[in-house]
């Protein structure tokens, strides 16, 4: 986000804004933010994905929330010695369920990214 805000920064329309006579706050709500919002949305999407694989690793190591608040971690975890008996899906539906919401975060993340990038040349 630094690069992106440097970037733009230095971009002509700030210029001729800042030659203008606008104050730096104008410029940043007015003509920078706008331009970066798009990249932030990518970047925090990312990282909601990482945030939840990571939630669900540390609750199946059972170092997450307490007992009685649901996890996807703590379900594979729980289903684990059923597996063993060989009722496979009581692990599988939550790895799947999870599996899937990170996939469709990612895709989100890469159609938003693909949608907003502008490739103009910088000068």
Known sequence: MRANTIA???RDFVVAAR???AKGSRILFKEILPNIVPTLISFALTGLALLIVAEGGLAFLGLSVEAPVPT???MIAAGSEPLRNGAWWISLMPAFVMFLTVLSINLL???LAQRFN???AIG
């Open 8 to 10: 733009y920064a230095q």
């Open 19 to 21: 030659s203008l006579g």
């Open 118 to 120: 502008s490739r103009e």
């Open 109 to 111: 993340g890469d159609v």
């Open 72 to 74: 996807w971690g703590a």
